[in-house]
């Protein structure tokens, strides 16, 4: 099936990503405005302009608009503060109903912000980043968990975000990733695809996509040492993608493991979300043709795409189209 196969068909479909929606803010400053505080002597950083995205499971979700797909929702948290204001909005302008985004009195909205020489372009300074140590009120995971019942059958794909770095603190928890097994067993015609930094072993029944890194450590927790056939077995899943950057990706399955390779890209301009731009392409890619080593390739095309842009940037249907092959 050729990309343009794909693509023509992305805008009868829908996606739901679940899990931790972030607040990306991109924050320029001059140096040459960085003088000391008055009251502190506390050097300053001297921002000039901001621009922010979604972010973590909010960048698989700019990924699944940009390419066309016809519906795109997100189901996670955020607080009742301006950091959420600016989430709701920057998901709106791009398409992509938040209406199943919980809003947590006394929650900060999970932010990551970034700060940019405007002389160089470059990230040199530290991120400050606004993030939850404390596990969700109770109400709130039983209503996610039970939205997510409710909805997610209306869906084609559920893409399913476990972006939290801490043991407890994110919307991906035990009683979610129950109800998203149960759901792949509910309907087995839907993709459900699971991206997990800390935890991918706790998946079940659904497409599990770690990085090298993150695949070999889950391997190492359960078996003490790598073996991703015993892994796929351990999830009970039917595809388990082990991405490995430029050097492809290792397809594993009920037939063993595949390497499907990707194009060289001698100097990417940034790495930074290029693996939700491929779960995002491949999984779509899969929805509309069945056939997962092709949606490995687009996915791979689109991650291809993305590299050669500052931040975590996006593929567009024109985009992927000016590199059209058959996949």
């Avoid at 050097?43 to 979700?61: F, M, Q, W």
């Avoid at 797909?69 to 204001?85: E, S």
């Avoid at 994110?170 to 839907?190: F, Y």
């Avoid at 090298?212 to 892994?231: I, K, M």
Wanted: proline letters at 6%; glycine letters at 10%; charged letters at 20%.
């Amino acid at each position: 099936m050729t990309a343009a196969e794909i693509l023509a068909q992305l805008p009868a479909r829908s996606a739901l990503v679940v899990g931790d929606i972030c607040l990306d803010r991109w924050c320029s400053y001059d140096p040459a405005a960085s003088e000391p505080s008055r009251e502190t002597s506390i050097p300053r950083t001297a921002v000039v302009s901001t621009e922010v995205t979604p972010g973590a499971g909010g960048t698989v979700a700019n990924n699944l608009a940009a390419l066309g797909v016809g519906r795109v929702a997100v189901l996670g948290v955020l607080g009742n503060d301006g950091f959420g204001y600016e989430l709701r909005q920057a998901l709106a302008v791009r398409g992509i109903e938040p209406h199943l985004l919980v809003t947590v009195p006394g929650l900060q909205t999970f932010t990551y912000t970034k700060v940019i020489n405007a002389r160089t372009g470059v990230e040199d300074q530290p991120r400050l980043d606004f993030i939850n140590a404390r596990p969700l009120p109770p109400e709130i995971e039983a209503q996610l968990v039970d939205w997510f019942r409710a909805e997610a059958g209306a869906y084609d794909v559920i893409l399913i975000s476990d972006q939290a770095e801490t043991g407890q603190a994110g919307v991906v928890t035990a009683a979610m990733r129950e109800e998203a097994a149960a759901l792949a067993c509910r309907h087995p015609d839907k993709i459900v695809w699971a991206d997990s930094r800390l935890r991918p072993e706790l998946f079940r029944r659904a497409i599990v996509k770690p990085n090298q890194q993150e695949a070999e450590g889950a391997c190492r927790r359960l078996f003490g040492g790598v073996d991703y056939g015993r892994l796929r077995a351990h999830l009970e899943a039917p595809l388990l993608l082990v991405t490995h950057g430029a050097g492809g990706v290792l397809m594993v399955d009920a037939r063993g493991e595949r390497w499907v390779r990707t194009r060289p890209i001698e100097k990417p301009i940034d790495i930074c979300g290029a693996g939700d731009s491929f779960s995002a392409g491949a999984a779509m890619a899969l929805a509309v043709s069945g056939d997962a080593e092709a949606s490995v390739r687009f996915g791979n095309l689109v991650a291809s795409i993305t590299i050669m842009k500052k931040g975590t940037g996006t593929a567009s249907p024109t985009e992927v189209l000016a590199d059209i092959r058959d996949l």
